[in-house]
Nanobody, 124 residues
Framework: DVQLQASGGGLVQPGGSLTLACVASGFAFDDYTIGWFRQAPGKEREGVSYITLSTGSTGYEDSAKGRFTISSDNARNTVYLQMDNLKPEDTAVYYC?????????????????WGKGTQVTVSS
């Protein structure tokens, strides 16, 4: 049974940092790409960052470049999203998802498996 569990969200002031974690189970972790997505109130879900676990190749959407860092601990089946210099516009529910394609392909298509989200609120 595939499971993706995102955690680490919370309330943080502008300029602050948070680290999200996505723990995966039920599939061959190293064979997949994990992506982080977010959905703000009244807006469509959007991609944030991706990592292809077999190669360590990473990708970032423009909103995340220079501020967010994606990484993985394959031994723990966990992907992290370090978010620095957070802005109010980063406020959203953040989700992790898994797909068997490389991130370059998966980012353009629908990810196969999705977990429940974790709320990130950036506010003073």
């Amino acid at each position: 049974d595939v499971q993706l569990q995102a955690s680490g969200g919370g309330l943080v002031q502008p300029g602050g940092s948070l680290t999200l974690a996505c723990v995966a189970s039920g599939f061959a972790f190293d064979d997949y790409t994990i992506g982080w997505f977010r959905q703000a109130p009244g807006k469509e879900r959007e991609g944030v960052s991706y990592i292809t676990l077999s190669t360590g190749s990473t990708g970032y959407e423009d909103s995340a470049k220079g501020r967010f860092t994606i990484s993985s601990d394959n031994a723990r089946n966990t992907v992290y999203l370090q978010m620095d210099n957070l802005k109010p516009e980063d406020t959203a529910v953040y989700y992790c998802a898994a797909d068997r394609s490389s991130w370059v392909v998966a980012a353009l298509t629908q990810f196969e498996y999705w977990g429940k989200g974790t709320q990130v609120t950036v506010s003073s």
